[in-house]
C-alpha cells in the first residue's frame, strides 16, 4: 500500500479537492463520495507524492 496525494477535479462544477489516499493494486482510495454539486463520477484525477 502506498499513500498518495491526489488532487480531484470536478468536470462539472470547476472545483478541486486535494485528499490523501492509498493506492493499493493500481486503485486509489480516497474516501471522497462526491462533489458540493452532486457529481459523483465524472471528475478528474490527478495523483502525486505525498
Ligand atoms: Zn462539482
Given at each position: 500500500?502506498?499513500?498518495v496525494?491526489?488532487?480531484?477535479?470536478?468536470?462539472?462544477?470547476?472545483?478541486?479537492f486535494v485528499?490523501?489516499?492509498?493506492?493499493?493494486?493500481?486503485?486509489?482510495?480516497?474516501?471522497?463520495?462526491?462533489?458540493?454539486?452532486?457529481?459523483?463520477?465524472?471528475?478528474?484525477v490527478?495523483?502525486?507524492?505525498?
Amino acid at each position: 500500500m502506498t499513500r498518495v496525494k491526489v488532487s480531484i477535479r470536478c468536470n462539472r462544477c470547476g472545483e478541486r479537492f486535494v485528499l490523501r489516499g492509498k493506492k493499493e493494486k493500481g486503485r486509489i482510495d480516497t474516501g471522497f463520495k462526491r462533489c458540493l454539486c452532486d457529481n459523483e463520477h465524472d471528475f478528474q484525477v490527478d495523483e502525486g507524492n505525498v
